[in-house]
């Protein structure tokens, strides 16, 4: 039987605010699980247009009309205006989320600061941003966090350590192929399998409809995972786009995708048999700078 997890990343304010009602509403509809993880400090979204000199970068700005899909204010945020607190403006939202039944987690505390300066970071910042990361989450929802997924599947050698030092039981900061445990010690992780829609959309001028019929064609590929990590995003399927992904995911019910958690898939996996894989940094296909790949140890 295929399994489909769906991962929902919030980056901004905007994404907090309109679409994840949005995407709740839909879930909740069709009765479909799936695990939201939230920014939940300042939204400083303007910041990242320092990556304009990465490679890739202004295509993929140009290819998913980040201007329309997320809003000039927020491209303002942290720049010409100030960046907005996201647990303290949105927290209405992130808990009817958790009270409708979904599982809820950590994304990032600031997504830009993390997604642009984990890499090369020490020690000590990594702990402060995860640490300022928990202490948000519990004040919003009133329980310590359990999941995190990191910005931009960004990464460096602190943090799976960290990540089971402060309670964190799964982890989807990577981009893989199947569960592992990390090369060294840290939280079980569940990698995003399939690509994002803002990697394919655009690319030799995909259209939407078009690019959520290649996630669903990639799903179900003999060769690949019995079972996927999608990751969708709140301020692209839950915005302009949410008509297109409720039928992405009618096809994968029509096909007899069973919907989880991330909680649920690590339930369910034996510790005894899981893999170790490496973390490595890599590039990924539609998308900028490089990422936390999974690589298998020879």
Known sequence: MRGITLKVDVDTLRGTREGVPRLASLLA???????????VG?????????????PGFLSKVRRTSVASNYGLRTL???????????GRLCRAQMLAVADRGFEVGVHAYDHVEWQDGVRQASFAWTCEQLQSACEAFER???????????????????VPALEAALGFEVASDTRGFEPFQP?????????TTLPTLDEIVGVNGMQVDTAMHRIFQLSCALEGPRHHVFTLHAE????A???QFEALLRAWREAGFVFCTLSDVARDLDPATLP???????????????????????
């Open 236 to 239: 692209l399927e839950g915005g």
């Open 76 to 86: 303002l945020y942290g720049t010409l205006l100030p960046g907005p607190d996201i």
């Open 29 to 39: 509809r069709l009765q479909i699980p799936a695990t939201f993880l939230f920014s």
């Open 241 to 243: 786009y949410l008509g």
């Open 42 to 54: 300042p939204d400083h979204t303007g910041r990242a247009l320092r990556r304009v000199f990465r």
């Open 183 to 191: 090369a060294g010690g840290g939280t079980l992780q569940l990698p």
């Open 140 to 158: 919003i929802f009133g329980f310590a966090p359990r999941i995190h997924g990191a910005a931009g599947w960004q990464l460096n050698e602190h």
């Open 276 to 298: 170790t894989s490496r973390i490595r940094s890599g590039s990924v296909e539609g998308r900028s700078g490089l990422l936390a790949l999974q690589t298998r140890i020879a």
